[in-house]
T-cell receptor, first 114, second 117 residues
Framework: DAGVIQSPRHEVTEMGQEVTLRCKPI?????LFWYRQTMMRGLELLIY????????DSGMPEDRFSAKMPNASFSTLKIQPSEPRDSAVYFC????????????FGQGTRLTVV | AQKVTQAQTEISVVEKEDVTLDCVYE???????LFWYKQPPSGELVFLIR??????QNEISGRYSWNFQKSTSSFNFTITASQVVDSAVYFC??????????????FGQGTRLTINP
């Protein structure tokens, strides 16, 4: 199994631009999580999907952030417009299903907004 | 809410020394999972172990060992005969129930471990 795959690995963009981060969960996993890692706040959950449906988005910082999961093998996290304070590493993780916490994370996308 | 405390922000030891990373947690759940992750300089989160709250047996995997003590809410991680490649940030994490029976991970702030040659 290839594990959780994220793209791109690195993204540098200018303030105000739209940024889209992508994630392919482990095949057969029904739950998908987006986490953000910053120096100030550490690792925090942004949003959780189960069977492609967003279940808990209480961690999404503001309306500039949106996430979708159009099918079981693909999810996106979009920031529009991006701001310098969005600079962070964004991780995606997946798990077998409800009741199973995520164990395996993707390699992360390091986002820099200048 | 759940909480994970890794009191050691940074540890520096000389190669071949043993080192223990502390993790203390708070939870109201009767069933939960504990995890350890390694984050090397390349940035990925490498899964090391998952422990169910009902299983208090200590575990050893090569040079790595874990001591789970429910009575003190601790899940400590020991590296024996440390090597330079062990240098990384190590995170302890605790599962927390969220909506509709799902579980998320709550992470500690991490311990930066430096192994000097």
């Amino acid at each position: 199994d290839a594990g959780v795959i994220q793209s791109p690995r690195h993204e540098v963009t200018e303030m105000g631009q739209e940024v889209t981060l992508r994630c392919k969960p482990i095949s057969g996993h029904n739950s998908l999580f987006w986490y953000r890692q910053t120096m100030m706040r550490g690792l925090e959950l942004l949003i959780y999907f189960n069977n492609n449906v967003p279940i808990d988005d209480s961690g999404m910082p503001e309306d500039r952030f949106s996430a979708k999961m159009p099918n079981a093998s693909f999810s996106t996290l979009k920031i529009q417009p991006s701001e310098p304070r969005d600079s962070a590493v964004y991780f995606c993780a997946s798990s077998l299903g409800r009741g199973s916490p995520p164990a395996f994370f993707g390699q992360g996308t390091r986002l820099t907004v200048v | 809410a759940q909480k994970v405390t890794q009191a050691q922000t940074e540890i520096s030891v000389v190669e071949k020394e043993d080192v223990t990373l502390d993790c203390v947690y708070e939870t109201r759940d009767t069933t939960y999972y504990l995890f350890w992750y390694k984050q090397p300089p390349s940035g990925e989160l490498v899964f090391l172990i998952r422990r169910n709250s009902f299983d208090e047996q200590n575990e050893i995997s090569g040079r790595y060992s874990w001591n789970f003590q429910k009575s003190t809410s601790s899940f400590n991680f020991t590296i024996t005969a440390s090597q330079v490649v062990d240098s990384a940030v190590y995170f302890c994490a605790l599962s927390e129930a969220i909506r509709e029976g799902a579980q998320k991970l709550v992470f500690g702030q991490g311990t930066r471990l430096t192994i000097n040659p």
